[in-house]
């Protein structure tokens, strides 16, 4: 549960990073693309899958942990790894999306800054 903390803090503080960077580029830009508006979005796009990831990891520990009535502790160690395997794996591909649209604000950023 450590990593996908450690992720979802990562990704805040990217979007953080993001906002201010934003906030450097001036209110013409934020005009012209309504920023605040994206990444009211963005942020309320974390939340929700933050909140479906954490949906998911606790129905997977608790059936791992049902099954779990009559099993070996091999068998209860083989289950809750691949939950957590399960979990990581959904916690990068958030992740992944996130940063991918952070680095598309970055660059729109630095595009409008230039001109």
Known sequence: ???????IAGVAMATGAAAWYMSRAGSKFRDRYRVDRKLGQLGDEIETRTRDVRAKVNDQVNEARSLATGAT??????????VEAAAAEEAAEIAASVEAKAAKAKKAAKSAASE
């Open 1 to 7: 549960m450590g990593f996908i903390r450690g992720v």
């Open 73 to 82: 502790p091999d068998s209860i160690a083989d289950t809750l790894g691949e």
